[in-house]
């Protein structure tokens, strides 16, 4: 029998890794545009404190991040239960792991949503203004048609790294593509077999996704000429 009858466990595990991707998304795409929303206000403390999220977590490893808010929130949960004398819950590692990529994606979309709204011409919406538009008008009807198409680039080689990166969430126990290729190796001492299936599964995830991206990309670039260089 083919890899001893494993291949539908780590094909339950590329299931599991496309909810991981998909979740860890959605949240960091929220902070990203919270985070670039802040480093764009005018009032310093707010876009000094983006700006010192986005810095540290981009500076620093995503698996210590992992370990770190993992292995550190559960110790605080656990002092904090200690001190109240009450059991400590243990935190579920489906999410801790997309809360902890999440969070540090945002850190990366927050950059990538800020690019995009710098980008959208000044005059555009200062025109908008003097139209009698609201802010909250001009930055729905005009910021943020526009800066979609800036910030696709930037956002589809995030999600492809993103994807990636929830291999991660393997050394936290979360039984994804990662954690059952290693105990599928394991049992059937073919980590060349077993590897190379799961390098073609994220490859055929990330092939899908460049080709949506793309489509999107042109999608919103109707009506723009291109640069010739």
């Not at 466990?9 to 496309?18: M, P, Q, V």
């Amino acid at each position: 029998m083919f890899l001893q009858g494993y291949l539908p466990g780590i094909l339950e595990g590329t299931r599991l890794t496309l909810e991981v991707s998909a979740v860890s998304l959605i949240v960091s795409v929220a902070l990203g545009l919270f985070g670039a929303m802040c480093r764009l206000s005018p009032v310093r403390p707010v876009a000094l404190f983006a700006e010192i999220y986005s810095t540290v977590v981009r500076g620093v490893p995503d698996l210590v991040w992992m370990f770190v808010l993992f292995f550190g929130g559960q110790m605080v949960i656990n002092d904090l239960a200690a001190s109240m004398g009450a059991e400590a819950p243990q935190i579920d590692s489906f999410i801790a792991g997309t809360l902890t990529i999440g969070f540090i994606f945002g850190a990366y979309m927050t950059e990538t949503f800020r690019g995009a709204i710098l980008a959208v011409p000044r005059g555009q919406i200062e025109a908008g203004l003097a139209y009698g538009m609201s802010p909250r008008r001009v930055f729905m009807r005009i910021t943020v048609p526009q800066m979609v198409r800036f910030a696709l680039p930037g956002f589809s080689n995030n999600w492809l790294v993103l994807v990636k990166t929830t291999a991660l969430v393997s050394v936290i126990g979360l039984p994804d593509m990662m954690y059952q290729a290693d105990n599928t190796k394991s049992a059937t001492q073919q980590p060349f077999t077993v590897y190379m299936i799961v390098a073609g599964l994220y490859l055929v995830i990330t092939t899908v996704s460049i080709l949506i991206l793309d489509r999107l990309q042109k999608r919103y670039s109707l009506g723009t000429r291109e640069t010739e260089l």
